[in-house]
């Protein structure tokens, strides 16, 4: 027995439990484990993290690859979430806050520069520096030869209002190639379906495109916006009108198809008698009706009649009334009457006759 035991002593001389985990939730010191030599525990490196949920790693091959199982259908599970949370946006563009100075005019922009100037521009302007940004996001494309510079698709004054602001401008960013032709297209579908292009603008537009050879021919211009002819020829027309009678007009924004149709319907008619009357009309700021009365050497009409209050000292003392046919009436209070100056009732009168003109 004696001899037994020294052989057993001998054979194990050297060898060493392992130190007992100090972690709080390891099992109970009376449950042994298998000693581990510290050579093979040195190199032993596994390839996954250890499992989720358990507070003890595996100690077998077997536990291993079923802990790996586990965590692979954690993670399936949560790519199947993100995947339903992006088909939510799917077909949708990048949109971010972006620097003004950054994005540039397209060369198709169709505004004019007394559409920066009117007070539906200041309006503009006032509500976006009162959100804080624009609320509606521009459309713009990158530009292929300047990086991080971009070109607006549409969005001209909200880009506008922005940069004079100093404040960054809400974008939507559109990735995939996108050609001249469809900027264009873009372009003039969003602002027709806004409806505050003036014709001038619109005109201008289309003028600028047939110039440029974007379109070849005004059927195939019409055709890739999927509009009507006729209404590219109005539009035209609008644009065509000689920059003498354009001057005519306290903004050419004013300008409507029907006003380019008799103004074009008169020239063929009388061009020299028309162009005589131009030089007569410059620098009035009448309202357009009158301006195409004056040019067509007619009586004015309007396309709407117009009632305004007469004020004195901030006080209403009268009405003037002016019927389509232009004829204007005005009364007066009587009180007004008989107890206001002649000098204040001559002055509120004057004053409202200048409103009405400018109507």
Not at 200 to 223: H, I, K, N, V
Not at 290 to 319: H, N, Q, W, Y
């Amino acid at each position: 027995m004696a001899s037994t035991r020294k052989r057993l002593e001998a054979l194990t001389a050297g060898l060493m439990l392992p130190e007992a985990a100090k972690d709080p939730v390891d099992a109970p010191a009376s449950t042994s484990a298998p000693a581990v030599p510290p050579s093979a525990s040195s190199v032993v490196e596994t390839r996954f993290p250890p499992a989720v949920g358990g507070s003890l790693a595996p100690r077998t091959g077997p536990g291993q690859m079923m802990a790996f199982r586990g965590q692979i259908q954690q993670v399936e599970g949560e790519m199947a979430a993100l995947r339903e949370k992006l088909s939510q946006y799917e077909g949708s563009l990048p949109t971010r806050k972006m620097d003004p100075k950054t994005i540039h005019p397209s060369r198709w922009a169709n505004r004019h520069d007394a559409s920066f100037t009117s007070s539906a521009f200041a309006g503009l302007k006032a509500d976006i520096e009162h959100a804080g940004g624009n609320v509606q996001a521009i459309l713009v494309r990158p530009l292929k030869d300047e990086p991080g510079q971009f070109e607006i698709v549409f969005g001209h004054r909200r880009h506008r209002a922005a940069l004079e602001l100093g404040i960054p401008v809400l974008a939507s960013i559109w990735v995939d190639e996108l050609g001249d032709a469809a900027l264009f297209a873009a372009m003039d579908r969003e602002n027709r379906e806004r409806a505050d292009l003036s014709n001038y603008e619109q005109g201008l537009m289309y003028q600028r495109a047939l110039e440029e050879q974007l379109f070849p021919t005004q059927r195939q211009l019409a055709e890739a916006l999927g509009v009507s002819h006729t209404w590219v020829r109005k539009a035209l027309m609008v644009a065509q009108l000689p920059s003498a009678v354009v001057e005519c007009f306290r903004s050419p924004l004013e300008i409507s198809f029907r006003h380019a149709e008799q103004i074009n319907a008169a020239m063929e008619k009388d061009r020299r008698g028309v162009l005589k009357r131009v030089e007569r009309l410059r620098g009035h700021s009448l309202a357009p009706a009158m301006v195409v009365a004056r040019l067509l050497d007619a009586k004015p009409g309007f396309e709407r009649s117009e009632k305004l209050d007469i004020l004195c000292a901030g006080e209403k003392i009268g009405t003037l009334v002016r019927a389509k046919s232009g004829e204007i009436t005005i009364t007066i209070v009587p009180e007004a009457a008989t107890g206001a100056s002649q000098e204040a009732l001559e002055a509120g009168i004057a004053e409202t006759l200048r409103k009405a003109r400018t109507l």
